[in-house]
């Protein structure tokens, strides 16, 4: 897969990605991330990105041009563009997995107050990673491609994901490790058992008695 991220701080996503699963993801060649500073498209002599809106209003909006032609430098017939909003819809797992089968994403960051409404027009969805607003959409993008990359085959071990909070719409069971007591807490016993079919039945039941108790949402769905 590649992933292609349009944002005016690109020095942002550095560190993120340069680190553990998504760095071992792009040594191995599962995903290529390139982040592209779309202020170099501007077409003003300052590479000014935005402008005060039109008709008046507090903040500065993200102009098209510079959006318009970053993207259409890089867009394929395989490519899927997404543009991080607080207005898209609300991203969920189902989707994690269904971005994770397309060959090429394009993210495109929001800045500063909002964005000219013509740049909706580039994308074929717009995500939003919860009811609030951040600074911008580079921790969107963020939180998006790492969603998506620990679900490429290769990057974690199947099994690892198959059982995921969210997943079948159910909340992940409880784990435990070593010791088998700890500050009075016992393991419980089932889980010392062998008896694998017992274990599966306890995780199942105590993954849909925390969903009723914690999302009863998920459930209803
Ligand atoms: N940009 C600002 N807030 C956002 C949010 N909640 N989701 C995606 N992009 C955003």
Do not use: W
């Not at 058992?193 to 017992?198: I, R, Y």
């Amino acid at each position: 897969m590649k992933i292609d991220i349009l944002s005016i701080f690109p020095s942002m996503f550095a560190s993120v990605f340069e680190e553990s699963i998504l760095k071992r993801a792009q040594d191995k060649g599962i995903v290529k991330i390139e982040i592209h500073d779309f202020r170099e498209f501007s077409p003003d002599p300052h590479k000014k990105v935005d402008f005060p809106p039109f008709g008046g209003g507090a903040g500065m909006l993200l102009r098209p041009e510079p959006i318009f032609e970053c993207v259409e430098s890089l867009k394929t017939e395989e490519s899927y563009v997404i543009l991080l909003t607080p207005d898209g819809q609300i991203y969920k797992q189902e989707q994690a997995y269904s971005l994770s089968l397309k060959m090429h994403l394009i993210l495109i960051c929001g800045h500063y107050e909002g964005f000219d409404e013509r740049i909706r027009t580039l994308a074929d969805l717009e995500l939003s990673i919860g009811d609030y607003v951040l600074t911008g959409g580079e921790y969107a993008a963020m939180v998006l491609a790492d969603s998506v990359i620990r679900l490429l085959p290769g990057v974690i071990k199947e099994e690892s994901h198959k059982n995921d909070s969210f997943t079948n719409h159910l909340l992940d069971y409880p784990s435990y490790t070593k010791p088998r007591v700890f500050r009075g807490m016992e393991v419980p016993s089932v889980l010392l058992s062998g008896d694998h079919k017992k274990i599966a039945e306890y995780r199942l039941e105590e993954s849909i008695k925390r969903t009723k108790e914690r999302r009863p949402d998920l459930l209803e769905r």
